[in-house]
């Protein structure tokens, strides 16, 4: 159920008369405030103030108590977080505690010039005397207040009860509340503090435990999950289970009941926009514009294969007449000739001829001897190759040498082509090969196939783990890493030792590792980023995804295992197909009874105290009365009260947590006060109204007079 | 302000009619505001071993530690969890859990330690 907090401001404090007390219980989550004599209080709010920012103004203003996000957005909120005035159930920081009974008081109606009737308000059991004494002094000093009383609000609800025969006057209370966890003994109608036990956990801790495990369990939506959304759903679906280990057995099989246990948060989620498949008449359409634009390439293309065709020819012809005219033409005028032509003698004009005709060639399309020509060129290119040394000029030497260089740098190329050229061929064989195995026996070569991804998949899988878990555990300083057992190879190993000897100390007391040159070298061994990048892919991840590809072709139920990336495949992997509606649905399953475990358990938490239920075997431990029957008689009255106290389940759960701890058949009767949550409020107000209240205040004289030791030993009396 | 009453509702008005020394005057702006004691120093400063013992106060009452056998669950998941993994410090129920509980960045491990108040930190 959410809260709901009145924060209207009455109008009508005028008419109550100075005598009436105000009666206030302040407690760590909601402050309530009201008339002594009424049923309910006038106003209430969360014991909270916030301090922002405004953002135009930038002056900083106090608002107190949770209101309507909506209306902070004109508040840089940023650097204030709500402020309590509570650490664990004391009140130790005054000021906010002067905004809160400020805001309090205003909307209860107050005006004139002081607040003019006594003050009733609630304190936690055995409240700390400075921090009394400062209330007090609050209370006097700024507000004017004739006299105040203070009282425990779990005893307050206790009366309360026994008087509308709830429980009986020797009972005990146990009281949950927001950040304590009380169990009061009650003796002939007055609480005895002896026997009081405290546990310092309640529900504030319940619903950060929850908040901590929805934020690990969805960490994407992190940001949905504040502390007011979160105490809603505590609220709404937290149950107490009467046996934890069987519900969470049910839960662990995954049974129908666990199924019908486990509620769904279904976060506001817009599907992406789904594509429609294209109709035919686009892909008809879309076909078309592509043959047409294929059309015209192909034209373009040939347009200019012809013109470059018509080019060659035209240049062969010029040179063709050229090499007649320079027949005709003499020896000595053969230079005069050609100046103007461009060429210097007949055997460049031969070359270029020769240049021409064989792209002319080559753009007509004919395939030419290749091969053939290739030799051609080196028999060509290399003639000083043959030659012997002794033979050639220094000259001649040198292009010798060139020459080679080029012929067995051409002949490697030709090797390497060739055995491309036979790997290929040999490939194709294997892919028939295997093409006709499939076909004889689908069967069996599927089978197989299967097996062999399996294999190489954990053999993958086992190199990476090593690699990282190495690695890791390298990365972390050498700490554990060795010292857990852990198989490190041989790489890994070298490596301890090179940074095992590099640490030692060499004996001079200051550290000059870096000095000499060879410590660098050092260093480039025993770095990380060396180790990482010398194993490329190998054979294995190769022959992998060889495999899975194939069975991804043949096989239309495989399904490839994704490859688990490095510690982040939780996070990641969803990531890589689109996000579907599951992905926003928030699942409450175990962690609804887990949370309000903690009452029970508080070793869940790390807090090393009792819980619930062993706090009334101390209580009544504590109180060491030897007598059966008065014992009897505290466990027949057991009355729940306070906030935390709303989970179902919880009274069961008592009940057996006691009788555990209780000889057999000792009567146990636990039951739930009227309101667990307002009844402390109605109790105080039906003691302020009662005639012996007065009698029950201090005033401001009493408070000066008598000093703090008497402060001290101030105790409220519950027998009206 | 904008929104004038809506917001005039929300803010706390700096001064009240029925109080004695409002709280600019108390706490004037600008100056650091008073260092307030915690619970742990008031309790320090009540010197609770100057009173007789078997008197209650807010220090006796507390509980002892508890003497149930301790329940031990998953950190993650929350079901019952016998084994435990030394590496990392957590629980887990089976070994599916234990796979996740592997893959976990170091943050996270951190973070569910911290729950249990078991987390090691650093000072």
């Known amino acids: 159920m959410p809260f709901v907090s009145q924060i209207k401001r009455q109008t009508d404090y005028n008419l109550f008369s100075s005598t009436t007390p105000i009666v206030i219980d302040n407690g760590a989550s909601n402050f309530r405030i009201g008339w002594a004599g009424e049923n309910d209080p006038r106003v209430i709010f969360r014991n909270i103030v916030q301090r922002p920012r405004h953002k135009t103004t930038g002056e900083t203003v106090s608002i107190v108590g949770d209101h309507d996000t909506t209306l902070l957005k004109y508040f840089d909120c940023s650097r204030s977080g709500p402020r309590s005035a509570f650490d664990s159930n004391v009140v130790y920081q005054f000021e906010i505690m002067e905004y809160i009974l400020d805001f309090g008081f205003d909307r209860l109606g107050a005006n004139g010039s002081e607040i003019d009737h006594p003050v009733l308000i609630t304190e936690c059991i055995l409240n700390p005397v400075q921090s009394r004494s400062k209330m007090a002094e609050l209370l006097f000093e700024t507000y004017g207040v004739p006299s105040v009383a203070f009282g425990v609000d779990a005893a307050f609800s206790y009366k309360y009860n026994q008087q509308h025969g709830i429980c009986d006057k020797d009972g005990l209370a146990i009281c949950p509340g927001f950040t304590t966890t009380h169990v009061i003994p009650f003796i002939d109608g007055e609480p005895v503090y002896k026997g009081c036990s405290r546990t310092n956990i309640g ?102 294969k012809s013109s470059r065709i018509n080019e060659f020819e035209n240049q062969l012809r010029g040179l063709e007449f050229l090499l007649q005219q320079l027949e005709k033409v003499e020896e000595s005028e053969i230079s005069y000739f050609l100046k103007d032509t461009g060429y210097v003698s007949r055997q ?25 020509e290739v030799e051609e060129k080196t028999d060509e290119k290399y003639p000083l190759v043959n030659i012997p040394d002794n033979m050639l000029t220094p000259d001649q030497l040198r292009e010798k040498r060139r020459q080679m260089f080029l012929k067995t740098t051409s002949d490697g190329r030709q090797r390497a082509k060739q055995k491309r050229v036979e790997e290929d061929l040999e490939r194709e064989r294997k892919n028939q090969l295997d093409e006709k195995k499939r076909l004889e026996n689908p069967e069996l070569y599927l089978g197989e196939m299967r097996t062999k991804y399996k294999e190489l998949c954990e053999k993958v899988e086992q190199r990476k783990r090593l690699k990282t878990n190495g690695n890791n555990s390298n990365g972390n300083g050498m700490s554990g890493g060795v010292g857990r057992g852990e198989r490190l190879n041989a790489a890994q190993r070298e490596r301890m030792r090179l940074l095992t000897t590099a640490a030692f100390d060499r004996g001079k007391g200051e550290d000059n590792f870096g000095a000499k040159d060879e410590d660098w070298q050092l260093y480039k061994l025993m770095s990380k980023d060396n180790d990482e990048d010398d194993e490329g892919p190998d054979e294995d991840e190769t022959e992998l995804s060889r495999v899975s590809s194939r069975l991804q072709e043949i096989d239309p139920t495989f399904v490839p295992k994704p490859e688990p990336g490095p510690s982040q495949s939780a996070a990641d992997t969803p990531r890589s197909r689109p996000l579907t509606k599951e992905d926003f649905q928030i699942l409450l399953g175990v962690e609804r009874f887990r949370c309000p475990e903690i009452l029970f358990h508080p070793n869940l938490v790390g807090i090393d105290q009792a819980g619930l239920d062993e706090m009334a075997g101390v209580s009544m431990r504590r109180l060491s009365s030897k007598d059966q029957v008065l014992d009897e008689r505290l466990t027949n009255s057991i009355l729940m009260t306070g906030g935390s106290c709303l989970y179902p389940g919880l009274s069961e759960r008592i009940e057996a947590g006691i009788r555990m701890i209780r000889p057999c058949g000792s009567p146990i009767k636990v039951v739930r006060a009227l309101d667990p949550v307002l009844d402390a409020w109605r109790g105080a107000s039906l003691y302020a109204d009662a005639v012996q209240f007065p009698q029950q205040v201090f005033s401001r004289m009493d408070y000066f007079e008598k000093g703090e030791d008497w402060l001290r030993r101030y105790q409220f009396q519950y027998t009206l | 302000m904008e929104a004038g009453l809506i917001n005039a509702e929300l803010v706390l008005p700096t001064h009240f009619s029925f109080k004695r020394i409002q709280i600019y005057e108390k706490y004037p702006k600008g100056q650091p505001r008073g260092r307030w004691k915690h619970l742990k120093q008031i309790l320090q400063a009540e010197n609770y071993q100057n009173f007789p013992t078997d ?47 592997r893959s976990l960045p170091n943050e996270h491990v951190q973070r569910y330690l911290a729950l249990r108040n078991a987390a090691v930190t650093l000072k």
């Open chain 1, 203 to 304: 529900g504030y801790h319940v619903t950060d435990y929850l908040k901590q495990l929805l934020s690990l369990k969805y960490p994407h939506h992190m940001a949905r999950f504040t502390w007011e959304k979160v105490e809603d759903l505590k609220m709404e679906h937290c149950y107490i289970a009467t046996d934890y280990a069987s519900e969470a057995r049910l839960f662990q099989k995954g049974t129908k009941e666990a199924e019908e246990k486990t509620r769904c948060w279904q976060l506001p989620w817009v599907p992406p926009p789904i594509e429609e498949p294209p109709s035919e008449e686009e892909i008809a359409r879309k076909a078309a514009i592509k043959e047409r634009q294929g059309q015209r390439l192909r034209e373009m293309a040939e347009a200019k």
């Open chain 2, 55 to 101: 008197e209650p106060n807010y220090v006796n009452i507390e509980s002892p530690p508890s003497m149930h056998p301790p329940l031990r669950i998953c950190d993650i998941t929350g079901f019952e969890a016998p084994y435990h993994d030394p590496r990392t410090n957590l629980r887990y129920a089976n070994t599916d859990v234990f796979k996740l509980v």
């Open chain 1, 348 to 372: 460049e004009i031969e070359s270029a001829l020769a240049k021409v005709t064989q792209s002319l060639r080559k753009v007509k399309g004919e395939p030419k001897g290749e091969q053939a």
